[in-house]
């Protein structure tokens, strides 16, 4: 039993930030230590979310923490973040919903008030979901040892029958969609944290995705291949991740991609890549070419896909990869996320 | 998006790809000395537009790479220290000194605090007056005047818990260690837009003059990068060697002559060591004696720290564009983003990490 170490000592001695980033080391941690730990077939499909086969129904179980400061924000709080965040995941393995637990991590002084504030909004944002909170627990940590609330949530949910995605179902000629704008999310609590100050408001995507998912379901069926909530990583991640596990290549044609103007101005003024920031009411879907339309239409016609696009492709060449054709025409690799995005000095 | 979406036009970027393959005669090697133009080059795939006979090397500045292994170190011990908040730009966290990184100071509890401002620093040194603030002032002559502000203002409040860690270095010095070596490739240089905002460029006349090389004022849009190349060739063509300026909207010949008055207030230049290259005359600012107090090596007494970089490191041969990344043999293996080796695997502006961040492998 007295197994070592897989990531060696010598290179990550301490948790860093970036472990939890979401991208490249978040997957070595996922890759070398949690997988051949835990090691069984549900997990190794490294979805959002679970899938398991029981008599009679298939069932989508996942779970997510909320770790967010500020803990409320324009556009959402913690509270409803965590809701959004589980059902979310939930949506892309193409599940409705059933139910949801809430456990709450609270430090010691935090103000009722505050507790108050979150727990109702985690109450009106799954009564807006229809899915009950049934079942939960609290503790508390000394002052000190939390941030004021850090909230975990899981759910579990029903896959219809006919619906199978994953991302190794991804095929060479699908067309890649997103239902809006992106990196709201990330550049709003960055500039919340930060105390920076733009001209326009930035709010929160924050948003639960079951119903378009299932206007995209119904819409496309079985011709959806693969449903992804780029969050923490941004875009770039799990595209990176969905090309390597199904070996194909992805091209995204940079002009394409949905991006508001004040988020924009945000990612240039900090020199970051909107491609690498969060997102907490968008997915992701590739589907069958020939089926790509009626899916743009179906998220056109919901209101969180007012701005939906197509936004790139599934290639034969550089499978693995994710390629971006600039918006002058030049070509670039779109790399998975390493460490996190630090602002530049010029 | 105003200021951004004109100079991201398609069909404008094919019709200097256009204009810079009729005027490409012969192999020419340009380079750019900034580290955002060489961002941009690679970010919006520029570089792969060009003729093959058209080579870019990337120059010297990037401010995060050519800092000192042991100005790192320094920053590293005196931001361990229990008193101290250190500040910093975001991309100077990640820079490995001989062991550790300031990420890592932070992990173990050390107060390391991102500010995008000096300014900024400033302020959190009024609101901490039992804390010592100190806030890294790297950068070329870019960041200078904002730096110089701070120390300024510090000055004027009576600051006693308020101090930078300097290491400001200079472009034109640098340009010319790299014209003097008798390795030297190349042939003409995109200025680098910002450092001109500030400092203007009659200072690179001389130079232009001396070494009979052409010396563009380049922006770092893609349009402004294509037009800086474009002008830059089309000079080679003619056999002339001028400076001229393609990023009209923000440069003028004098530069900006109140931020240069405060630099030079508080200032003055000195020699200074560039990581990978080496020691290079009157190639940087230190602060005058009578800002002294306001300096962080002399407050915690870390000036005598010294430094050896890893023998894998090409960055030096890098920086001064006589080897690319993909030359070295620890690109990419021993070298990557997580854990860098050398200073221009770090930042987003570093030749190394753009390389191996847009899959120039």
């Not at chain 2, 030079?264 to 602060?287: C, H, M, N, Q």
Request: hydrophobic fraction near 45%; include cysteine.
């Amino acid at each position: 039993m007295d197994q070592q170490c897989p990531i060696p000592i010598s290179d990550y001695p301490h948790i860093t930030l970036a472990h939890g980033g979401g991208g490249r080391l978040t997957q070595m941690l996922i890759e070398k230590m949690f997988v051949p730990s835990f090691a069984n077939p549900a997990l190794e499909t490294l979805h959002d979310g679970a899938i398991l086969e029981t008599p009679g129904a298939r069932l989508a179980f996942s779970t997510d923490s909320f770790v967010v400061h500020p803990i409320f924000f324009p556009g959402g709080d913690i509270g409803s973040l965590a809701v959004h965040g589980t059902v979310n995941d939930l949506a892309m393995c193409g599940a409705r919903p059933l139910a949801l637990s809430a456990a709450l991590i609270l430090e010691e002084g935090l103000p009722m008030e505050d507790l108050w504030r979150v727990v109702q909004s985690m109450q009106s944002a799954a009564r807006a979901i229809g899915v009950p909170i049934v079942t939960g627990d609290t503790k508390v940590v000394e002052r000190g040892k939390g941030d004021g609330v850090f909230v975990n949530t899981a759910g579990i949910g029903v896959i219809p029958a006919h619906i199978h995605v994953a991302p190794t179902r991804a095929q060479i000629g699908d067309v890649l969609l997103i239902n809006g704008a992106i990196a709201e999310h990330g550049i709003t609590i960055m500039s919340v944290r930060e105390g920076l100050e733009f001209e326009t408001a930035l709010r929160s995507d924050s948003a639960p995705l079951h119903d378009i998912v299932a206007r995209v379901l119904d819409a496309a069926g079985e011709h959806v291949h693969v449903l992804r909530d780029p969050t923490r990583g941004g875009l770039a991640s799990p595209l990176n991740e969905i090309a390597a596990q199904a070996r194909v290549g992805i091209r995204l044609d940079e002009a394409q991609i949905p991006l508001e103007d004040p988020v924009r101005g945000a990612c240039e003024i900090l020199g970051f890549d909107p491609l690498y920031v969060a997102n907490e009411g968008k997915f992701l879907a590739i589907v069958a070419r020939e089926r790509a339309e009626q899916v743009l239409a179906a998220m056109r016609g919901h209101p969180l896909g007012a701005r939906a696009a197509i936004i790139g492709q599934v290639v034969a060449e550089h499978p693995g990869k994710v390629y971006l054709r600039s918006r002058i025409g030049g070509m670039r690799v779109v790399d998975m996320l390493s460490g996190e995005q630090l602002p530049r000095i010029c | 998006m105003k200021y951004i979406d004109e100079y991201r036009r398609e069909a404008d970027a094919q019709k200097f790809v256009a204009a810079i393959q009729r005027v490409v005669t012969q192999p020419w090697t340009i380079m750019e000395i900034c580290g955002g133009q060489t961002h941009t080059l690679i970010k919006f795939g520029i570089d792969r537009m060009l003729p093959e006979r058209v080579t870019l090397v990337h120059g010297p500045g990037c401010p995060v790479c050519v800092t000192p292994l042991e100005l790192i170190d320094k920053a590293i011990a005196i931001a361990r220290r229990p008193e101290v908040i250190f500040t910093s730009f975001g991309d100077m966290l990640r820079v490995p000194g001989s062991g550790d990184d300031l990420l890592s100071v932070k992990a173990r509890g050390g107060d390391v605090r991102i500010v995008y401002s000096p300014l900024d620093a400033l302020k959190l040194a009024q609101r901490n007056p039992a804390r010592q603030v100190v806030f890294f002032a790297v950068g070329f002559e870019t960041t200078a005047p904002g730096n110089a502000m701070a120390v300024w203002q510090a000055k004027q409040l009576g600051l006693q818990n308020f101090s930078i860690l300097a290491s400001h270095v200079l472009v034109p010095p640098a340009m010319e260690a790299i014209l003097g070596s008798p390795h030297n490739r190349v042939q003409g240089f995109l200025a680098a837009g910002h450092v001109c905002t500030v400092m203007g460029y009659w200072e690179y006349e001389p130079i232009s003059a001396k070494y009979r090389v052409p010396i563009v004022v380049t922006g770092f849009e893609p349009l402004d990068l294509l037009q800086g190349i474009y002008m830059t060739l089309r000079q080679l063509k003619a056999g002339r060697a001028q400076v001229e300026n393609q990023y009209t909207r923000a440069v003028r010949r004098e530069g900006n002559l109140p931020a240069q008055k405060l630099i030079a207030r508080v200032f003055e230049a000195t020699d200074r060591k560039w990581r990978g290259i080496g020691e290079i005359p009157r190639s940087g600012y230190r602060l005058r004696d009578e800002f002294a107090a306001f300096d962080a090596e002399q407050r915690f007494d870390v000036g005598a720290l010294t430094a050896q970089e890893s023998p894998l490191c090409i960055a030096g041969q890098i920086l001064q564009g006589l080897k690319r990344p993909h030359d070295c043999s620890a690109f990419g293996k021993q070298c990557t983003p997580e854990r860098p080796l050398g200073a221009p695997m770090v930042s987003a502006e570093g030749a190394c990490a753009a390389y191996f961040s847009f899959g120039r492998t």
